[in-house]
C-alpha cells in the first residue's frame, strides 16, 4: 500500500474516531442536561407534595406555610424555561423530553390548584394565568405570546404563569381544558377564570387581567 | 437540527483534511524532512527579483539576498525591472556596482515575463525567484539546495511568514502563512503541492527549460508552473527551515484583491487547462485528495457563509418581531445565564471546535518546525475572529468573477 494510501486510511478512521467521540460527547452532555432536569422535577414533586400535606395538618391555620408555595412557583418558572431550552435543543419529539414534560405539566397543575387552595383559605386574591400553546406548527403568534409572558412575569414576580402545550396526550391537562372549555384556537389564555383567545400585542393582553392585577403586584419595571 | 445539516458534510471533510494532514505530518517521510541537514554543496545558483515599482522594498529584498550565506561566486542575483515607473530603476542602480548584481531593464510585459528574462539571462543549474516585497534569512539557500537531492525534484518552496505584522489583519495572515507552512511541509512529502510561491521558490533549471519556463497562468504563474511540474511527473519539495518574510496586504480592501487573484487564478487552471489532473490517480495524492479537497473547500467556505447570513438574518427576524410591543427597557437589558445547563453543545459546534483546534495546533507546529521568530498570540486571535469573516469574501468575488468572465489587473 502506497504511504498516500496508508495515510489516508488511517485520517479516515481517525476522523470517524474524533467524529463518534464527539457524537458520544454531546450525547452524554444532553443526558446530564435531562438527568438535571429530572433531578429538579423531582425535588419539585417532594415539595408539592411536602406543600400539599403541609397544608392539610395545618388545616386550621393553612395560610402559614403561603410562602413556600411562592417559592415553589418560582422553581417552577425556572424548570419551565429549562425545559423549553431543552426541547428546542433536542426537538419535541425526544421521549426524555416528552416524559419530562409530561411531569412538569402535572406539576403546573398540582401548583395551580395549591395556590387556589391557599388564595381561598387566605383570602388572597393571586394573580395567575393558564396560557396555552402549541409547537405543532398550527400557532404563528405562541412565541409572541411567549415572550410577552416572560416579560409580565419578569416585571410582576408575583404573576404565576402556567404554560401548557395544548396537545400533550396527558389526561389531567386534557381535563383541564375540558374542565375550563378551552377551544383549539391558539394562544389560548384563562385570566381570572375568563378564557381568551389570540395575541395581538402586549397592550391587549395586558387588558384581559383584573383592573389593577398587575399594578398591584410588586412592580419591577424602574429597573 | 436544522438547517446546519448542511454544514456537517464540509465539517466531516475538513475534520479529515486536518487529520490526514497530522498523519502525515507523523510519518515516515516528514520526519526525514525535518532531520534534513542544511548542506554544504553549492551548486551554482541565482535568484531573480522581478520588479514592479517596489521602490520602497526592493532595496531590503536585495540587503537580504547579499546577507545570504552562500559562496559568493556561486549565487547570482538578477533584478529585472519589468518597465517600473516609479523609483525602483533609481533604486535598483545602487546595487549596479556589486559583482553578483546583475541588473536587466524590459518593457512592461507581466511578472512572468521579468521572471523568464531574468532566467535568460543565466546558466546556473538552479533557478529562484524572490518577490521584490520579501526578505529572506541567510541560512535560507542552505537549508533549500538539500531538497533538490533527488533528481525528480524540480522544485522547492520555503516557510513564508508575514514581515513585521503591525496590526491585527497582518497578525491573522501571519497565523495564516504560518498554518501553511505546516501544510506545506506535510503535503510536499505526498507530493501535493500545486503552488510554488513567489517568496523564494526554486526550480531546477533543467527542467524550466523543458517545460518552456513561465507563462501568465491567469495572474497566478507560480500555481500554473507547479501544476506544469506536477503534469510532467516531477516532484515539488519544500525546506521547512527556510524562511523567508513577504510583506502582506495591510487592509482588507487590498487583501480581498490579492486573495481574489490567487482564488480565480486556482479556479481556472485548476478547472480549466489542468482539469486532467483532478482524480488523477498517476497523480497520488495531488489528484485523487488535494485538489479535489481544495475545490471543495471553495464550495464549502461559500455554503457556510450562505448558510451563517440566512441563518442569521432568519433568527434577526424573528427575535424582532417576538420582541414587537415589549418595552425597550426589557428588551435591551441583556437576560444572561452563565448555568452550563444553558450551553449549547451540538454537533455542529463541537465539529467546528475540532476543525479550529486542529487549525490552531497546525499553526503552532508550523512556528515549531520552522523556527520561525515572534509571538503568535495576536495571530491566534484574530485568525479566531477575523479570518471566517473575510475569507467568504474573497470567495464569493472570485466564483463570481469566473461564472461573469470578469479579469482584474493584478494591482
Not at chain 1, 54 to 60: D, G, T, V
Request: with cysteine; hydrophobic share 45%.
Amino acid at each position: 500500500m502506497s504511504l498516500v494510501a496508508r495515510n489516508a486510511l488511517i485520517a479516515l478512521a481517525l476522523t470517524i474516531v474524533l467524529t463518534a467521540t464527539v457524537v458520544y460527547a454531546v450525547a452524554y452532555l444532553n443526558n446530564a442536561r435531562m438527568a438535571e432536569l429530572a433531578t429538579i422535577e423531582d425535588q419539585i414533586s417532594i415539595d408539592t407534595l411536602s406543600l400539599e400535606t403541609q397544608f392539610s395538618l395545618l388545616a386550621s391555620a393553612p395560610c402559614d406555610s403561603a410562602a413556600s408555595s411562592t417559592v415553589l412557583s418560582g422553581e417552577l418558572a425556572d424548570l419551565g424555561t429549562r425545559l423549553a431550552y431543552a426541547e428546542n435543543q433536542l426537538g419535541s419529539d425526544n421521549p426524555q423530553v416528552m416524559r419530562l414534560k409530561y411531569r412538569y405539566s402535572l406539576l403546573e397543575i398540582r401548583d395551580y390548584l395549591l395556590t387556589k387552595q391557599f388564595a381561598s383559605a387566605c383570602r388572597t386574591k393571586p394573580t395567575a394565568v393558564l396560557y396555552f400553546y402549541s409547537n405543532s406548527g398550527d400557532c404563528p403568534d405562541c412565541d409572541n405570546a411567549g415572550y410577552a409572558l416572560s416579560y409580565l412575569r419578569d416585571t410582576y414576580p408575583t404573576l404565576r404563569v402556567y404554560s401548557f402545550d395544548y396537545h400533550l396526550n396527558l389526561g389531567a391537562l386534557k381535563t383541564l381544558i375540558a374542565v375550563n372549555k378551552v377551544k383549539d384556537t391558539l394562544p389560548a389564555f384563562i385570566i381570572d377564570g375568563k378564557v381568551s383567545y389570540g395575541f395581538s400585542s402586549l397592550a391587549d393582553l395586558e387588558k384581559r387581567f383584573p383592573k389593577g392585577a398587575l399594578a398591584t403586584s410588586t412592580s419591577l419595571s424602574g429597573r | 437540527m436544522g438547517v446546519e445539516v448542511i454544514a456537517y458534510p464540509f465539517l466531516f471533510i475538513a475534520v479529515y483534511f486536518e487529520a490526514f494532514v497530522l498523519v502525515t505530518l507523523l510519518s515516515k517521510p516528514a520526519r526525514a524532512a525535518r532531520a534534513r541537514a542544511s548542506g554544504a554543496e553549492t551548486p551554482t545558483v541565482a535568484v531573480i527579483v522581478p520588479c514592479y515599482n517596489e521602490e520602497e522594498t526592493v532595496a531590503g529584498t536585495c540587503d537580504s539576498l547579499l546577507a545570504l550565506d552562500y559562496p559568493k561566486d556561486k549565487l547570482e542575483i538578477i533584478l529585472v525591472d519589468d518597465g517600473s515607473t516609479d523609483g525602483t530603476r533609481e533604486t535598483m542602480a545602487r546595487f549596479a556596482g556589486n559583482s553578483q548584481m546583475r541588473i536587466i531593464r524590459k518593457e512592461n510585459g507581466g511578472k512572468h515575463t521579468a521572471v523568464n528574462a531574468g532566467i535568460a539571462a543565466t546558466s546556473a543549474e538552479f533557478v529562484g525567484c524572490l518577490d521584490a516585497d520579501s526578505f529572506v534569512e541567510s541560512g535560507a539557500l542552505r537549508e533549500i539546495i538539500p531538497c533538490f537531492a533527488e533528481p525528480r525534484v524540480a522544485a522547492v518552496t520555503a516557510a513564508m511568514s508575514v514581515h513585521k505584522p503591525s496590526n491585527l489583519l497582518l497578525h491573522m495572515q501571519n497565523a495564516e502563512y504560518i498554518f501553511g507552512i505546516t501544510l506545506r511541509h506535510a503535503l510536499a512529502t505526498v507530493d501535493g503541492l500545486y503552488v510554488t510561491p513567489g517568496p523564494f521558490s526554486f526550480y531546477r533549471r533543467s527542467v524550466l527549460e523543458e517545460l518552456g519556463g513561465f507563462r501568465k497562468g491567469h495572474n497566478t504563474e507560480d500555481m500554473e508552473m507547479a501544476l506544469r511540474i506536477q503534469r510532467a511527473g516531477y516532484g515539488i519539495e519544500n525546506a521547512v527551515r527556510a524562511r523567508v518574510y513577504t510583506k502582506a496586504p495591510h487592509t482588507i480592501g487590498k487583501l480581498v484583491k490579492q486573495r481574489t487573484r490567487w482564488t480565480t487564478g486556482f479556479i481556472r487552471n485548476v478547472l480549466g487547462e489542468y482539469r486532467d489532473l483532478i482524480g488523477s490517480r498517476r497523480h497520488h495524492a495531488l489528484g485523487m485528495l488535494i485538489l479535489p479537497l481544495a475545490v471543495t473547500a471553495i464550495v464549502s467556505g461559500i455554503t457556510l457563509f450562505f448558510l451563517a447570513i440566512g441563518t442569521s438574518v432568519r433568527n434577526a427576524l424573528t427575535a424582532l418581531e417576538i420582541r414587537e410591543g415589549i418595552p425597550l427597557s426589557y428588551v435591551l437589558t441583556p437576560h444572561p445565564s452563565f448555568d452550563l445547563f444553558y450551553f449549547p453543545a451540538s454537533l455542529f459546534l463541537f465539529l467546528a471546535a475540532l476543525t479550529v483546534l486542529l487549525s490552531f495546533a497546525f499553526i503552532v507546529i508550523g512556528k515549531y518546525v520552522s523556527k520561525t521568530p515572534g509571538r503568535l498570540g495576536l495571530g491566534l486571535v484574530s485568525y479566531l475572529f477575523l479570518y471566517g469573516l473575510i475569507v467568504p469574501l474573497w470567495l464569493v468575488r472570485s466564483v463570481s468573477d469566473v461564472v461573469l468572465g470578469i479579469h482584474r489587473s493584478w494591482r
